[in-house]
C-alpha cells in the first residue's frame, strides 16, 4: 500500500490506515508549532494513538503556561517566529525535562541534526527529525522508538543504583594557569545503567534531592573518592582532590563523626581534599553550616564554592561561609571570548574573588582565548576541555603520563 503526504491537505483518516491502533490511553502530549494547520494535523494523529494533546504556539505560551511541558512526548517545531527549537530546547534542559522529543521542521538537514545533536548534548531524549512536509509512516517510526526507550528516571531507579553500587566517578584535571602545572583533580560522579548506558549527573541529582537521597548519594561519592585518593597517596600523588558535596549532608546529627570514620577507614590526608558546594545549593541555616563548615575545615579540608553567580544567594553565602575558593561557573567562562557581556561577568568574578583573598578556580575552559583571558586577569586555576575532559583513572594515568606534568 503506498504512503501518503501528511500534508494539512491530507485527509485525516487516510492517515488513520497508516498508524497503529491506539496504545495506552491516558499519555500526554505536547506540539509546540505556530502553523495552526499543522497542528491540527499533528493532533490528529496523535489522539489517534491515545494521546491528550495540548499544544502551544511558542515559547512565549510555555512561559505562561510551563506545566504543559509536563508531557511523555513533545513535538517540537523549529521554526516558531521569533524564536527557535533551539530556544525550546534550553528550556527543557533548564527544566531537566524527560519526554521524549520529535523535532518537527522544514530546514535542511544539516539544521536539522545539529539541533538533534544540540539536544543530545544537554541530556534530552531526542527520537529523531520529522521533515516538512512529512508521510505518516515516518510519525509512526519515530513513535515506535518511543516505546522502545527506557522509561524515565525514578526514585526507584536511583535507589537500586545506590543500594547495588552502580556509581562511579571520573576525573578531571585541574591545572594553575600561569604555569600549566597540575594542582588537583575533580571527582565527577556517573551513574552506570543496565538499560540506559552512563548517566550524567544532570540527569540525576535533581531527582535526588526530589526524592530525599543527595545524603546516601553524597556518602557514596565521598567513599569512592576517598578510596581512590587512598590508592593515589600509596602510589606518591600529591595533588589534591575535589569532591562536590550537598548541604543537607551538613544537617546531619553525626555528620563529622562520620566523616572522620569515612577518613580514618580510608587512611586519606585530609589536607589534600577540597569540599565543593554548589552556590546555588539550598542552605537552610548558614549560621549552622558555618559551624560545620568550620569543623571540616578544622580537620584539613579545604572549602569551595562550586558554580558562583548561578544562584540567588551568593553573597550572603560567600561573606558568611568559609570558603577558601571560589569557582566560576562554566556558563560565564565558556561564552567570554565571544560575549562582551559574560566576560564581564568573569572578569567581576574574578577580581571579588582576588578582594576577598579566595583562590578563584574558572570552569569550562575550551579555548586558548579564554585562557588568555583568565591568565590576564590573574585567574589562578583553570578546568575546561581545552586541557582535558573528565576521565576514568586509568585515563587519567595516561593524561599524566603524555603532558609530563608535576603530578608527585
Same mark, same amino acid.
Given at each position: 500500500?503506498?504512503?501518503?503526504?501528511?500534508?494539512p491537505n491530507a485527509a485525516p483518516r487516510v492517515a488513520e490506515r497508516f498508524l497503529p491502533a491506539p496504545a495506552i490511553a491516558g499519555k500526554r502530549a505536547l506540539i509546540i508549532d505556530?502553523?495552526?494547520?499543522?497542528?491540527?494535523?499533528?493532533?490528529? $494523529?496523535?489522539?489517534?494513538?491515545?494521546?491528550?494533546?495540548?499544544?502551544? !504556539?511558542?515559547?512565549?505560551?510555555?512561559?505562561?503556561?510551563?506545566?504543559?511541558?509536563?508531557?511523555? @512526548? +513533545?513535538?517540537?517545531?523549529?521554526?516558531?517566529?521569533?524564536?527557535?527549537?533551539?530556544?525550546?530546547?534550553?528550556?527543557?534542559?533548564?527544566?531537566? !525535562?524527560?519526554?521524549?522529543?520529535? @523535532?518537527? !521542521?522544514?530546514?535542511?538537514?544539516?539544521?536539522?541534526?545539529?539541533? $538533534?545533536?544540540?539536544?543530545?548534548?544537554?541530556?534530552?531524549?531526542?527520537?529523531?527529525?520529522? &521533515?516538512? &512536509?512529512?508521510?505518516?509512516?515516518?510519525?509512526?517510526?519515530?513513535?515506535?522508538?518511543?516505546?522502545?526507550?527506557?522509561?524515565?528516571?525514578?526514585?526507584?531507579?536511583?535507589?537500586?543504583?545506590?543500594?547495588?553500587?552502580?556509581?562511579?566517578?571520573?576525573?578531571?584535571?585541574?591545572?594553575?594557569?600561569?604555569?600549566?602545572?597540575?594542582?588537583?583533580?575533580?571527582?565527577?560522579?556517573?551513574?552506570?545503567?543496565?538499560?540506559?548506558?552512563? #548517566?550524567?549527573?544532570?540527569?540525576?541529582?535533581?531527582?535526588?534531592?526530589?526524592?530525599?537521597? +543527595?545524603?546516601? $548519594?553524597?556518602?557514596?561519592?565521598?567513599?569512592?573518592?576517598?578510596?581512590?585518593?587512598?590508592?593515589?597517596?600509596?602510589?606518591?600523588?600529591?595533588?589534591?582532590?575535589?569532591?562536590?558535596?550537598?548541604?543537607?549532608?551538613?544537617?546531619? &546529627?553525626?555528620?563529622?563523626?562520620?566523616?572522620?570514620?569515612?577518613?580514618?577507614?580510608?587512611?586519606?590526608?585530609?589536607?589534600? #581534599?577540597?569540599?565543593?558546594?554548589?552556590?546555588?545549593?539550598?542552605?537552610?541555616?548558614?549560621?549552622?553550616?558555618?559551624?560545620?563548615?568550620?569543623?571540616?575545615?578544622?580537620?584539613?579540608?579545604?572549602?569551595?564554592?562550586?558554580?558562583?553567580?548561578?544562584?540567588?544567594?551568593?553573597?550572603?553565602?560567600?561573606?558568611?561561609? &568559609?570558603?577558601?575558593?571560589?569557582?566560576?561557573?562554566?556558563?560565564?567562562?565558556?561564552?567570554?571570548?565571544?560575549?562582551?557581556?559574560?566576560?564581564?561577568?568573569?572578569?567581576?568574578?574574578?577580581?571579588?574573588?582576588?578582594?576577598?583573598? $579566595?583562590?578563584?578556580v574558572a570552569e569550562g575552559i575550551e579555548t586558548p582565548s579564554q585562557r588568555v583571558l583568565l591568565e590576564s586577569l590573574g585567574c589562578d586555576y583553570g578546568q575546561g576541555y581545552l586541557f582535558a575532559r573528565p576521565m576514568p583513572t586509568h585515563q587519567l594515568t595516561g593524561w599524566l603520563a603524555r603532558h609530563h606534568l608535576d603530578a608527585f
Open positions: 500500500m503506498p504512503d501518503f503526504d501528511a500534508s505556530d502553523d495552526r494547520e499543522m497542528q491540527t494535523l499533528l493532533a490528529l $494523529l496523535l489522539e489517534r494513538q491515545g494521546y491528550a494533546v495540548h499544544i502551544a !504556539s511558542g515559547l512565549e505560551d510555555l512561559a505562561h503556561a510551563p506545566e504543559q511541558l509536563q508531557a511523555e @512526548l +513533545i513535538l517540537l517545531d523549529f521554526h516558531l517566529g521569533e524564536f527557535t527549537g533551539i530556544d525550546v530546547l534550553q528550556l527543557l534542559e533548564e527544566k531537566r !525535562s524527560q519526554a521524549a522529543i520529535i @523535532l518537527v !521542521s522544514g530546514c535542511n538537514a544539516a539544521t536539522g541534526e545539529a539541533a $538533534l545533536a544540540t539536544g543530545k548534548s544537554h541530556g534530552l531524549n531526542m527520537l529523531g527529525l520529522l &521533515p516538512k &512536509p512529512f508521510k505518516a509512516s515516518m510519525l509512526a517510526a519515530l513513535l515506535a522508538r518511543q516505546g522502545q526507550a527506557p522509561q524515565p528516571l525514578g526514585a526507584a531507579d536511583l535507589a537500586e543504583a545506590l543500594r547495588e553500587e552502580r556509581l562511579f566517578l571520573v576525573y578531571q584535571p585541574k591545572l594553575e594557569l600561569a604555569s600549566g602545572r597540575l594542582v588537583g583533580v575533580e571527582a565527577l560522579v556517573r551513574w552506570q545503567d543496565p538499560l540506559r548506558g552512563v #548517566i550524567p549527573p544532570d540527569r540525576f541529582i535533581a531527582l535526588a534531592e526530589d526524592s530525599r537521597q +543527595i545524603v546516601a $548519594l553524597s556518602w557514596q561519592v565521598l567513599d569512592l573518592a576517598f578510596a581512590q585518593q587512598a590508592r593515589w597517596q600509596a602510589a606518591g600523588h600529591t595533588f589534591d582532590l575535589a569532591i562536590n558535596v550537598a548541604p543537607q549532608m551538613l544537617y546531619e &546529627p553525626r555528620c563529622l563523626t562520620l566523616f572522620d570514620a569515612l577518613a580514618e577507614r580510608h587512611g586519606v590526608d585530609l589536607t589534600r #581534599i577540597n569540599l565543593e558546594i554548589t552556590e546555588s545549593a539550598t542552605i537552610d541555616c548558614l549560621s549552622y553550616t558555618r559551624h560545620r563548615l568550620n569543623g571540616l575545615r578544622e580537620r584539613g579540608c579545604s572549602l569551595s564554592m562550586d558554580d558562583f553567580g548561578t544562584g540567588y544567594s551568593s553573597m550572603s553565602q560567600l561573606y558568611r561561609l &568559609p570558603f577558601d575558593q571560589l569557582k566560576v561557573d562554566r556558563t560565564f567562562v565558556g561564552a567570554s571570548d565571544r560575549c562582551s557581556e559574560a566576560r564581564a561577568i568573569t572578569t567581576t568574578i574574578v577580581e571579588l574573588g582576588q578582594r576577598l583573598n $579566595l583562590k578563584v
